[in-house]
């Protein structure tokens, strides 16, 4: 089955501590995403990748980083440096950005609580 | 810069009606496109409905449709014979150019029994 997978589903980070969100995809896609949703906010791009070894940052990049060593794999760390890390993490992939629609498909998602 | 209203934090509906929920955006770039995306309580994103800005038909999908009113930057989204599993996040976003994609904060839908 072709999809977006993420883990953990839940990840519970004490302060001061870094934590890496895994992302994959077997869609074959060029572009990757990571989006941060937060309680009565839509979600808000943290890093975005078009192609391997290249990233940009989103909106909301600092205290993140993220590698893009593999076609397949978009990992995100959240670094002690994040002010306010609980949240809701979504990756997403697309074709690539010189497709017609582009449109985004999602991974389930994984929860991160800072105790 | 790119922006997307949705005015309704929260509606709800009774099985087998008929809603609309509302979206507003804006943009600069003539050539864009408009997405509808729901998420249900198991937070999972998906992908319900999509319109290219070039196109004047309205785009549907089965029981979900939008009326894009293009001068008026208007996108929403009418959801036929509501079924309960129709509860959920529904999200409006725009991609404009070769920007990435915008979401609005959402609109709550309850279909009520």
């Known amino acids: 089955d072709g999809g977006i997978t993420q883990s953990p589903k839940y990840l519970f980070r004490k302060e001061g501590q870094n934590v890496t969100l895994s992302c994959e995809q077997n869609?074959?896609?060029?572009?990757m995403y990571w989006y941060r949703q937060d309680p009565g906010q839509g979600l808000r791009l943290i890093y975005y990748s078009q192609i391997v070894n290249d990233f940009q940052k989103g909106d909301i990049a600092e205290g993140y980083s993220v590698s893009r060593e593999k076609k397949e794999s978009f990992p995100l760390t959240v670094t002690s440096a994040q002010k306010n890390p609980t949240a809701f993490y979504l990756c997403?992939?697309?074709?690539?950005?010189?497709?017609?629609?582009?449109?985004?498909?999602f991974g389930p998602g994984t929860r991160l609580t800072v105790l | 810069a790119q922006t997307v209203t949705q005015s309704q934090p929260e509606m709800s509906v009774q099985e087998a009606e008929t809603v609309t929920l509302s979206c507003t955006y804006d943009t600069s770039e003539n050539n864009y496109y408009l997405f509808w995306y729901k998420q249900p309580p198991s937070r999972q994103m998906i992908l319900v409905i999509r319109q290219e800005a070039y196109k004047q038909q309205n785009a549907t999908e089965n029981r979900f449709s939008v009326n894009f009113q293009k001068a008026a930057k208007s996108f929403s989204l009418k959801i036929s014979d509501s079924q309960l599993g129709d509860t959920a996040m529904y999200f409006c976003?725009?991609?404009?150019?070769?920007?990435?994609?915008?979401f609005g904060t959402g609109t709550r839908l309850t279909v009520i029994p």
């Open positions: 997403a992939s697309s074709i690539n950005l010189g497709a017609r629609y582009n449109e985004q498909f």
């Open positions: 869609l074959n896609h060029d572009a």
């Open positions: 976003a725009l991609r404009a150019g070769a920007n990435n994609l915008f």
